[in-house]
């Protein structure tokens, strides 16, 4: 039985945590400043499977502990990509993808397949279309070398000997997510809002589940506190991790509410699951 890492590289909104141009809004807790959503799984070999690639996610590969000094070389920088699961093509989750050519260029010009819904990786394609295309046109003109790997639901994939699965669930009247099942035990879902019970089934009982919680009071297309715990109450993971939260949601206000199998990811949380 081999251990991999669960990495969150990324806990906060669309609109990244806390907000500039309102001073009373802000927070001098470093677990409060959050870069957009996204995470990383780490082989026991060194492999490396994204979740995700946002606007923020340079300083995701660069700095995906946030221990980094700002100084010395980044030791422990992201440098490879066997493979990335996507949620949906929103802003915050995909527009990072022209990053993922120094990763290209770090593996000598290796393409990186993403993995996801076809209606999310066309639309990948639309916005970015010097992204995808023949390697050899592509990746010499300092382009990124990408592919696109259609997935339909419950239609798992092998990514560098990890078995990862997608399952739907809504993001209200923005529409289809995919939530991803990894391993036998853990789970990633991100932006949900209702989840349908073909996927809370496949999400039950898990070691170890991250889930989104934006803040305390409802929200059209995310699950607030109040729904989160339902979920959560449903579903009884062992360890259950919060993510994609807002500014009103203080990491250290909350650890006292949090139930003792609930916590707060914050930058560089991590969590090992088994496989």
């Avoid at 715990?229 to 993510?243: E, K």
Wanted: net charge negative; glycine share 10%.
């Amino acid at each position: 039985m081999a251990a991999w890492t669960l990495l969150i590289t990324g806990c906060g909104t669309s609109h990244g945590n806390p907000p500039w141009g309102y001073p009373q809004l802000w927070s001098e807790d470093p677990k409060d400043l959050r870069r957009r959503s996204g995470a990383a799984l780490l082989g026991p070999a060194g492999e490396v499977i994204l979740i995700d690639c946002g606007p923020d996610l340079m300083q995701q590969l660069r700095d995906p502990w946030r221990d980094w000094d700002g100084v010395s070389y980044p030791s422990r920088c992201i440098s490879r990509c066997d493979g990335l699961l996507l949620t949906h093509a929103h802003a915050d989750h995909s527009h990072g993808l022209n990053d993922l050519r120094h990763l290209n260029r770090l593996m000598d010009g290796r393409s990186i397949a993403l993995h996801g819904a076809a209606e999310h990786l066309q639309e990948l394609r639309r916005m970015f279309p010097f992204c995808f295309g023949d390697r050899e046109a592509y990746y010499h003109q300092g382009n990124p070398a990408l592919l696109t790997v259609a997935l339909e639901p419950s239609q798992g994939v092998k990514l560098a000997g990890l078995d990862c699965t997608p399952y739907p669930l809504s993001h209200g009247p923005a529409g289809l997510v995919y939530a991803w099942r990894l391993g036998p035990q853990a789970g990633y879902i991100t932006d949900a809002k209702t989840l349908p019970e073909s996927t809370r089934e496949a999400f039950r009982g898990l070691d170890l589940l991250v889930v989104n919680m934006l803040q305390e009071r409802s929200h059209v297309s995310h699950l607030n506190w109040e729904e989160c715990q339902d979920l959560l109450a449903d579903l009884q993971p062992r360890r259950a991790v919060l993510t994609h939260m807002g500014y009103s949601v203080r990491w250290a206000d909350w650890q006292q509410r949090l139930p003792a199998h609930v916590e707060m990811a914050y930058d560089g949380w991590h969590g090992s699951f088994d496989v």
